[in-house]
């Protein structure tokens, strides 16, 4: 079956520096390289699900500059629908400086312009379309109060939810309430859990509040963890060897939506979507390093 996804988020353009490593602050460093490509967090998780054959409408902004052309050429190329997407002539589009060292880590600001446009009118105009889908999806690089509203909307019509909370932001416990699957990092998960984790399952735990809430804990070379109100699971990810980590999460994400509504077992997903992100860090880029889904299965299936 097709999985049809939604997702609501952000479109960046990626304005990123290759170096040997990071400079210090007050340090100026020699870049080696340097690229222009999509990004942002919603738009890198919308182009991640149509690679893995996913049918998917992105709701976003972009301003009435050069980088929205960036937007529609990669989400046209891949097939994700932009027609819930709104172009505002008086504001700019997204961008992310990013720097990337040579272990494949990054630093990223990330400039919201007309990510933070977005409006509960935005959501309404898709209602049918978000009730006709399995998931919806949502991150924070928007105007937070929509985040809830988008959830909201998604569970009214008893649509499934993941809600990648990146990047780190304080939110309340009723829009955490919202999501069917909550996917920190550990970073995001030391912020709403507002204070030091000393374990990750705990603290993922102490933020569920129905019975039939997951948490899903990215830790980068380790895997993911699972965490329910009963039980916790660590899946060991796949070794490889990371170029660029940018979008890993994002792809995660994406990965993690399409297992899910193709009907797989929460575990099977967590690999599925663990092999999607591994093969992701291999190569540099946000939306651009997203894998196909023939490579991803290949990976996840030891084809
Ligand atoms: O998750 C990676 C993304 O974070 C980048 O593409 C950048 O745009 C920021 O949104």
Redesign the pocket.
Known sequence: MTAKIVVVG?F?A?LVSYMKRMPRPGETVHGERFATGA???GS?QAVAAARLGADVTFIGRVGNDVFAELAYEIWDAEGVKREFVKRDSDVAT?V?P?LVDSSGENM?V?VLGANRRIQQSDIDAARERIADADMLVVQL?VNLDIVPYALQTAKAYGVATILNP??AAAISAETIQLADYLTPNEIELETLSSGDVDDVASAARALLTRHDQTAVVTLGAEGARIVTPEDSLTVPTYAVDAVDT??A??TFNAALAVGLSEGAALEDAVRFANAAAALCVTKPG??DSAPYRADVDALYLGQ
């Open positions: 952000s960046n990626d990004g942002g967090k890198n997204g992310a990013i990223i990330v690089e990146a990047p940018t979008g999460g994002d946000a939306a």
